[in-house]
């Protein structure tokens, strides 16, 4: 009885440790709330700093980047203005990006932004800077006049 009661003991301690490890990786990635309001955030530092200011400080500060979160800008023909998670992006026309099964990532992004102002794309593949795997992603972006910027979620 005793080490029935031992065994289960230890049982419950193992799978209470594994519902932690899984809290706290879940707590290292952003969510969708908080990729909106990061978005919210850079259009309104983008209104009040100009675009040249906001576009360095997206791709080379450290206010747009939290964990696996951060900002991006494009303009409406693919041409990335600023990305916080690869400066070789910068300035390069990305409107034939594809993620590792074909889908293009952009066009669809820069329809909605023209026609509804702002939304979530469909799930794509793309490279985790935190895991530097490819992992599913959506994100949510806004148009600010030619341009838009976003922020995405990486979905386990």
């Known amino acids: 009885m005793r080490i029935n009661s031992m065994f289960k003991g230890i049982c419950a301690a193992f799978v209470a440790s594994l519902m932690m490890v899984g809290a706290s990786h879940a707590a290292e990635q952003g969510t969708a709330a908080e990729a909106e309001a990061m978005v919210k955030k850079a259009v309104a530092y983008i209104k009040a700093n100009?675009?040249?200011k906001a576009y360095e400080e997206f791709t080379n500060g450290k206010s747009f980047k939290d964990r696996d979160l951060y900002i991006f800008a494009y303009d409406f023909t693919g041409k990335n203005l600023a990305h916080g998670?690869?400066?070789?992006?910068?300035?390069?026309?990305?409107?034939?990006l594809k993620d590792p099964d074909g889908k293009l990532i952009l066009p669809p992004l820069i329809e909605v932004a023209?026609?509804?102002?702002?939304?979530?794309?469909?799930?794509?593949?793309?490279?985790?800077?935190?895991?530097?795997?490819?992992?599913?992603?959506?994100?949510?972006?806004?148009?600010?006049?030619?341009?838009f910027v976003g922020c995405g979620i990486y979905k386990k």
């Open 50 to 52: 100009g675009p040249e």
């Open 85 to 96: 998670a690869n400066p070789k992006l910068v300035g390069k026309d990305l409107i034939g």
């Open 114 to 147: 023209k026609s509804k102002g702002k939304g979530w794309s469909d799930t794509f593949k793309f490279r985790n800077p935190m895991t530097e795997k490819m992992e599913d992603k959506v994100i949510y972006f806004e148009r600010v006049g030619d341009t």
